[in-house]
């Protein structure tokens, strides 16, 4: 039965009624277990570098008990009052959120549960890196093994009426956790608000193994910054983050042309999903400059965004076609310019 209050249920679920949930169960400790096996064996005897990636927190949206039911009182999502239409944002998110409530649509109390086992998740995986780093104190290998914490993205979890992620460059998609722990060499129990990014891994990894970095590498090594107490200079002025394909954005008239208007995308790999990799979402390159105060996201051809994140740290209010802000977003428009002839 295609109903979508089934199917929204469905992908909402404690483990024990789920077979890839179970799996999944199973999975952790085994994946924990094998490192554990691997790096007591490998690190006697020389140096080691070693990725381990757990999927969860993700859809499908599922945790055992304790978890399932840890958290009952959450914040609610932060929606945009009129809708994304009339908040200004770009076309491509308004078709996103069309063919989203079309295809798995939520309640309201089915995103209450979203958010609730989803925080359950992350508690679920905050224990699991907890065995690894007892593990590690236990055997003496602290002080000589650099960790590092992150993800690959975030999850709307109901924010802008929206789930999972989509073609968009909000901090609740591109803002990760970046956490981390080298004993007796780096600073501990501190928080640091400068501008980090994924890229800058592989130099701080090369560094760490006193191992020259490729030219071509464009981060930063983060070891130096690491040990200044957060009081140093800063690592970089802006964050860039960037998505989509080549080519030109969506809008209404586009979409009636190529007869995409009554068509639903769903994912691949399971037609009871939505699928946020569909083309008319992701048509088009977009561009995010942010500092501490400003965001803007530039959509070549289209639309754009632009954020006072001090006054409306949720990117509610789309600030694009202001003029009263026409100058301070020229001025990140060419800060944005200038970074791409730099990695283009």
Not at 186 to 212: C, G, Q
Request: net charge neutral; with cysteine.
């Amino acid at each position: 039965m295609r109903n979508g209050r089934v199917i929204a249920s469905s992908a909402i679920r404690a483990w024990q009624k789920s077979q890839s949930g179970l799996r999944s169960r199973r999975n952790m400790p085994r994946l924990r277990r094998r490192y554990a096996s691997w790096s007591s064996a490998t690190a006697a005897t020389s140096r080691f570098f070693l990725w381990l990636s757990y999927l969860y927190p993700h859809t499908p949206y599922e945790a055992p008990e304790p978890y399932f039911s840890m958290y009952q009182e959450l914040p609610p999502p932060k929606v945009e009052a009129g809708g994304l239409a009339q908040a200004g944002k770009p076309f491509r998110q308004q078709f996103h959120q069309r063919n989203n409530d079309a295809v798995i649509p939520f309640t309201e109390g089915q995103v209450k549960l979203m958010r609730r086992v989803y925080y359950g998740m992350v508690t679920l995986i905050d224990g699991e890196i907890g065995k690894i780093l007892d593990f590690l104190d236990e055997r003496g290998l602290a002080q000589e093994t650099l960790l590092v914490f992150t993800s690959d993205h975030g999850d709307y979890q109901g924010d802008h009426g929206l789930i999972a992620k989509s073609p968009a460059l909000y901090d609740a998609l591109v803002r990760v956790p970046f956490i981390v722990r080298w004993n007796g060499q780096i600073d501990a129990n501190r928080r640091d608000h400068r501008f980090v990014s994924h890229i800058d891994l592989l130099p701080t990894f090369a560094a760490a193994a006193d191992l020259p970095c490729p030219p071509q590498a464009q981060g930063v090594n983060l070891l130096p910054f690491l040990s200044d107490g957060a009081a140093g200079s800063e690592i970089r002025p802006f964050a860039f983050s960037e998505y989509g394909t080549p080519g030109a954005p969506y809008d209404e008239e586009r979409l009636v042309n190529e007869g995409f208007e009554h068509r639903l995308f769903t994912n691949p790999a399971n037609d009871r999903l939505s699928w946020e990799g569909n083309p008319v979402a992701l048509s088009g390159r977009i561009r995010m400059l942010r500092d501490q105060r400003w965001k803007l996201v530039d959509e070549e051809g289209g639309a754009g965004e632009f954020y006072d994140l001090q006054n409306d740290p949720h990117e509610l209010l789309n600030l694009w076609d202001n003029p009263q802000y026409l100058t301070i977003r020229s001025e990140l428009q060419s800060l944005l310019l200038g970074w791409l002839a730099t990695v283009t």
